[in-house]
């Protein structure tokens, strides 16, 4: 396989997204998930997390949230595809698959977080 | 009668053998006994044919690495009673070419090791009267843990990306030459980012992890390489914005 001048930066979002992945998926599971389901925290009110949510901070934060891991998954996962199976032939249809993937889940919640209201 | 446990080891004569085959010996079980040391009573009592490398039996040397029961070890650090109640699977390490029985050729190896320049590079070398380079302990501290590795190759048995790319330059190599890059004394760290920033170097490497896993000497290869990685993003990212830089 031939090393492309753009896997520094594939592997750039692949780390972000996994730092993403392993330190704040687990607060956001542990909260929404279960403190206030559960009531050990009391949840915020509909119009509370309405408001923060609208704030454009909060919306590009969820947007790293969501956008970053999408891109460690398509990393991970090309090379589980490349090596694991061992499809040496379909390395740039895997590619463009895999990354391609994630620029689309991105745009897409790009594309609802931006509309959010 | 006293215990013993079976060993099924991987006998390889290249002159008499077409391949590589398993030949089973029952050997005394000792819980002080090591897999090592069930080695040298098969060589010393059973069949002096069996050959295999070994040294210091402390884990020092890194001559001793096996596949025992699958997992590269150090046969001098692999106790038998953790294999009770056997048979203990013997072969030589993964990936490696087989030289005869459990000897493995490190030719390539070795070749990889020299390709990272691993010693101190300088621009300038100070005269003999000017002294010696000192280092405080913090700047040890940097680099002391790469430092520790005893070319036991373990950690590529165990690399599943060494089996693939037989090109790919490896954990221990990688290591290394971290080792080197974070020492106050040397200067040579982009010589080396060149060497080292394509798939047959760091990029090659997809994070599987192994190699910290089976590291006797808590080496911790696979960090070094995601500190590697993390130079070269950045060094990559600063030339795409500042294409016109010093590189
Ligand atoms: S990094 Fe660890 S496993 Fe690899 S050769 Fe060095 S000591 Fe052995
Ligand atoms: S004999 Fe030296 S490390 Fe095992």
Redo the contacts between chains.
Sequence with gaps: MTTGRLTPFLWTLFSAGGTIAAFLFPVHLFLIGLAFPLGWLEAPSYEAFRLLIQHPVTRLYLFALISLPLFHWAHRFRYTLYDGLQLYHLTVFIAVLCYGAALGGSAAAAYMLWNLR | MPPTIALDVIRYRPEQDAEPAFQTYEVPFRDDWVVLDALNYIKDRLDGSLSFRWSCRMGVCGSCGMMVNGKPKLTCAAFLSDYLPGPVRVEPLNYFPIMRDLIVDITDFMRKLTKVKPWIIRDQVWPLEEGEYRQTPEQLDTYKQFSQCINCMLCYAAC??VG?EPEFVGPAAIALAQRYNLDSRDEAAGERLKIL???AGI?GC?FVGECTQVCPKHVDPAGAI?QF??T??L???KS?LVPWGTR
Excluded: N
Aim: charged share 20%; hydrophobic share 55%; proline share 6%.
């Design positions: 599943p990306i693939l920033s394509d798939h990029w997809t995601q990685k993390l070269a993003a060094d990559a990212l795409f």
